[in-house]
T-cell receptor, first 118, second 110 residues
Framework: DTGVSQNPRHKITKRGQNVTFRCDPISEHNRLYWYRQTLGQGPEFLTYFQNEAQLEKSRLLSDRFSAERPKGSFSTLEIQRTEQGDSAMYLC????????????????FGPGTRLTVL | SQQGEEDPQALSIQEGENATMNCSYKTSINNLQWYRQNSGRGLVHLILIRSNEREKHSGRLRVTLDTSKKSSSLLITASRAADTASYFCATDVTGNQFYFGTGTSLTVIP
């Protein structure tokens, strides 16, 4: 399977614990995005990487959230001191840059990691 | 806050009927994309329409874009039970950030 993969698929944690999620994008994609989706809502943009550089961050990404993409391949999203409001589906997507993809910027999504904070 | 709003929030139709859902957005865009999400799963890209395009087709899908009204519509013809899913529009404003709407939940009754 050469699609975007995310691990773990489900995570249950207690409030105050730290959690880390991993995303493996499609291998030739140099753009990587993190989104958060709560029940009944559309995905909300969190952050975006081009290669290893984190180029944009949403105001939704509080200082308890940190994302890395150290070698421009896989990415991790860490949430420190989790709160019940962090319970959501965390989605990762990857894409080719427009000039390589023939002026398209289709994002390919992974299956998501569902976080439940008790 | 999210850029797009889909309408209706929920839609239930009989198999074989057409389904139309609408998306309105607030600011100028580079392109608009439609995605499908089956329950508890990731999103699947359906179709992209650029700001200088007015209509695009892909199989049973037809998308229109009216930039003067800041709105788009997605038409699914001859619906099937397998089309049951949530449908989201996503607007590309900056080239790096995509803003998703709240989604339309479509149920196709066999």
């Amino acid at each position: 399977d050469t699609g975007v993969s995310q691990n773990p698929r489900h995570k249950i944690t207690k409030r105050g614990q730290n959690v880390t999620f991993r995303c493996d994008p499609i291998s030739e994609h140099n753009r990587l995005y993190w989104y958060r989706q709560t029940l009944g809502q559309g995905p909300e943009f969190l952050t975006y990487f081009q290669n290893e550089a984190q180029l944009e961050k949403s105001r939704l990404l509080s200082d308890r959230f940190s994302a890395e993409r150290p070698k421009g391949s896989f990415s991790t999203l860490e949430i420190q001191r989790t709160e019940q409001g962090d319970s959501a589906m965390y989605l990762c997507a990857s894409s080719l840059p427009s000039f390589l993809a023939g002026s398209t910027d289709t994002q390919y999504f992974g299956p998501g990691t569902r976080l439940t904070v008790l | 806050s999210q850029q797009g709003e889909e309408d209706p929030q929920a839609l239930s139709i009989q198999e074989g009927e057409n389904a139309t859902m609408n998306c309105s957005y607030k600011t100028s865009i580079n392109n608009l994309q439609w995605y499908r999400q089956n329950s508890g799963r990731g999103l699947v890209h359906l179709i992209l329409i650029r700001s200088n395009e007015r209509e695009k087709h892909s199989g049973r899908l037809r998308v229109t874009l009216d930039t003067s009204k800041k709105s788009s519509s997605l038409l699914i013809t001859a619906s099937r039970a397998a089309d049951t899913a949530s449908y989201f529009c996503a607007t590309d404003v900056t080239g790096n950030q995509f803003y998703f709407g709240t989604g339309t939940s479509l149920t196709v009754i066999p």
